[in-house]
């Protein structure tokens, strides 16, 4: 079965570069279609998109953090990774990868999410 | 930029029906879905391209669209159908959006 995980810091300071990483299991990075994106979610808020890779790595980002966003893959660790730069304590938040599959515009399966705090 | 608008919050009591509705420009773009997301939870698809329902759901949990909006119903509401909901679209530009997110409360 699909499966993704994110794992990461819990603490970042500002000024500092975010890496998180989504490790997932149950299907290939590199079909054609297939994504998995990213999606921050802080406190009380909602859900905001951030990036999405393809399987032909194609790579799309959120207009507005497009500048501070990175989505890169490691196809033989089934991993696929985020920095976010210039972090922020307004960027505290949940991070959340997730899969859409081939022909869809739905996210199907969610990782449990990896909360990120931004303070000095 | 694309905006989904979603009333901030819904209150029903059990048994009775929760309309959640979704509105905005994109809304009319084809395949709009709906996610569950019940506190310290990941997301969950309730609805996918407007109306169908993924396996596991119940039939209780229902999507309609017309023009630019939508509309998520949850028939004979129970306590573990609180939870906060979003609707997602792809918007004309291929970003992806979601709604600000209604908390149902079921009194």
């Known amino acids: 079965q699909i499966t993704l995980k994110e794992s990461g810091p819990t603490l970042v300071k500002p000024t500092e570069t975010l890496t998180v990483t989504c490790t997932v299991s149950?299907?290939?990075?590199?079909?054609?279609?297939?994504?998995v994106a990213w999606i921050r979610q802080p406190p009380g808020k909602a859900l905001e998109w951030l990036a999405l890779?393809?399987?032909?790595?194609?790579?799309r980002y959120s207009p507005s953090l497009r500048s501070r966003l990175a989505i890169t893959r490691d196809t033989s660790k089934k991993q696929v990774v985020l920095t976010m730069t210039d972090m922020e304590p307004a960027d505290t938040a949940t991070f959340f990868c997730?899969?859409?599959?081939?022909?869809?515009?739905?996210?199907?399966?969610w990782g449990q999410g990896t909360l990120v705090t931004v303070s000095s | 930029s694309s905006v989904l608008t979603q009333p901030p919050a819904v209150s029903v009591a059990p048994g009775q029906t929760a309309s959640i509705s979704c509105g905005g420009d994109d809304v009319g773009r084809p395949s709009l879905h709906w996610y569950q997301q019940k506190p310290g939870q990941a997301p969950v698809l309730v609805v996918y391209?407007?109306?169908v329902r993924p396996s596991g759901i119940p039939e209780r949990f229902s999507g309609f669209k017309s023009g630019n909006t939508a509309t998520l119903t949850i028939s004979r509401v129970e306590a573990g159908d609180e939870a906060d909901y979003y609707c997602?679209?792809?918007?004309?530009?291929?970003?992806?959006?979601f709604g600000g997110g209604t908390k149902l409360t079921v009194l």
């Open positions: 890779i393809f399987g032909n790595d194609d790579q």
């Open positions: 149950g299907f290939s990075l590199t079909t054609g279609g297939v994504a």
């Open positions: 997730a899969h859409k599959d081939s022909g869809m515009t739905d996210f199907d399966y």
């Open positions: 391209d407007d109306s």
């Open positions: 997602q679209v792809w918007n004309s530009n291929s970003n992806i959006i």
